[in-house]
T-cell receptor
């Protein structure tokens, strides 16, 4: 079956530090890959996506590249801000007989301090 | 206008009660979902409907029953609530697999 493995948190960084959150996946077929962000008390928001190998998704300074050879989709940001503090979820989607189903990783909590 | 709206936002109820959560989307998406997020933030799919037809039904107790009167609405009814049902329930919708989901803001259910 499909699965997503994320690095465990919490991750605590100082403002302007470099961020990497690792994500690897196992999937049948050719999944689409996503990063979602959940701010405290809110629902999940799509941060970025990539639908095929070597695609790079980017948004708000965050980037992730779909690496088929290493089955990875690591999230990076060059300089984090306090406002980036949230829980980040890596996810994959496959369609087919089972419908369009998003499988999520366990989430990584990020805390950015001044 | 909220794209995916859920009501209520908070729900506190006693064990054994029956409750419903409503979800509506105004995005014109064909597919809607219910996800459960536990206390450790883990998200697991419960159900998915495509154009009012059930297409995903994960291993969920049959006390949980989804209903989709039209493709813009997907409600979740829960019978005989148990303490372990306490969680945040998210509704979502999507056009296809390539666009990801749009989530509602969640319903925090607390069973006491």
């Amino acid at each position: 079956g499909n699965s997503v493995t994320q690095m465990e948190g919490p991750v605590t960084l100082s403002e302007e530090a470099f961020l990497t959150i690792n994500c690897t996946y196992t999937a049948t077929g050719y999944p689409s890959l996503f990063w979602y962000v959940q701010y405290p008390g809110e629902g999940l928001q799509l941060l970025l996506k990539a639908t095929k190998a070597d695609d790079k998704g980017s948004n708000k300074g965050f980037e992730a590249t779909y690496r088929k050879e290493t089955t990875s989709f690591h999230l990076e940001k060059g300089s984090v801000q306090v406002s980036d503090s949230a829980v980040y979820f890596c996810a994959l989607s496959t369609s087919g007989g089972g419908g369009n189903k998003l499988t999520f990783g366990t989430g990584t909590q990020l805390k950015v301090e001044l | 206008d909220t794209a995916v709206s859920q009501t209520p936002k908070y729900l506190v109820t006693q064990m054994g009660n029956d409750k419903s959560i409503k979800c509506e989307q105004n995005l014109g998406h064909d597919t809607m979902y219910w996800y459960k997020q536990d206390s450790k933030k883990f998200l697991k799919i419960m159900f998915s409907y495509n154009n009012k037809e059930l297409i995903i039904n994960e291993t969920v107790p049959n006390r949980f029953s989804p209903k989709s009167p039209d493709k813009a609405h997907l409600n979740l009814h829960i019978n005989s609530l148990e303490l372990g049902d306490s969680a945040v329930y998210f509704c979502a919708s999507s056009p296809t697999q390539y666009y990801g989901y749009t989530f509602g803001s969640g319903t925090r259910l607390t069973v006491v």
